[in-house]
């Protein structure tokens, strides 16, 4: 099935998501960087068209998928309903109203949660964070994939449709506020910061292309040595995990 034709309502996103989704060493790559924090039952939140799930579903782990967008919902059963593993497909909301009356059934459920490029995306990150908490068991994980830099913001966020962009120290006081210890933060992908400031903010192009993610997703090999020459101490993204105490 041809998911652009059910998720129009989220077109430069579902481009987004298409276009990476063919970068297999970039996904494995950001996969790699907190498959280790995973544990238990897990939830990802804004599961998209399954980039990412698919790895973890690959691996054998207990998943239950979601996203915000009904229909990527519906692609997602489709997809992926055929796994022994993936527990479920669920529409949440995380700024729901009477979050913790509609979902009241998964409370405390989860082990591990996952937001990829997500948590910029609403508006009230502090409520997104909140109800997250209220379905993690205590000791869970929550782990936060972000975009780094507020002076990286360009036209491709904008059209996105992302809030903000993050500093290590802003995203983890956003865990603390909502009583989580910091397990680990770091950030992720430096090399991806010149094509970003290229393509967003120089050229000012609206969205990522294939071909640009293309030529990116072959030197992920050079990327990967340079995250690590450097610490992982600057980079196009930021990960942190938080435990729930």
Avoid at 75 to 99: A, P, T, W, Y
Wanted: contains cysteine.
């Amino acid at each position: 099935m041809n998911v652009s034709t059910t998720a129009s309502k989220d077109p430069v996103g579902l481009h987004t998501l298409e276009v990476i989704a063919k970068a297999d060493r970039f996904n494995r790559w950001m996969y790699g960087q907190f498959k280790h924090q995973l544990k238990g039952e897990i939830l990802e939140i804004g599961s998209g068209i399954g980039n990412i799930s698919q790895l973890v579903i690959e691996e054998g782990n207990s998943i239950t998928l979601s996203d915000y967008n009904e229909e990527y919902c519906e692609n997602l059963k489709k997809k992926f309903s055929q796994h022994n593993n993936v527990r479920e497909v669920i529409s949440i909301d995380l700024l729901d109203l009477g979050f913790q009356n509609k979902y009241s059934s998964y409370k405390e459920m989860f082990d591990s949660i996952f937001l990829l490029n997500v948590i910029e995306h609403i508006e009230n990150d502090q409520l997104a964070v909140k109800n997250c908490n209220y379905l993690l068991k205590p000791g869970g994980h929550l782990i936060l994939l972000a975009p780094a830099y507020s002076w990286l913001y360009c036209t491709f966020d904008k059209q996105l449709g992302h809030y903000r962009r993050y500093s290590l120290k802003q995203l983890k006081d956003l865990l603390k506020k909502e009583g989580f210890s910091i397990l680990s933060g770091s950030y992720f992908n430096f090399t991806g910061v010149a094509g970003w400031l290229l393509f967003g903010k120089i050229m000012n192009k609206k969205m990522l292309s294939s071909g640009e993610m293309s030529a990116f997703n072959k030197i992920v090999p050079l990327a990967k040595v340079v995250d690590k020459l450097l610490g992982k101490t600057t980079g196009l993204s930021i990960i942190v995990t938080g435990i729930k105490n």
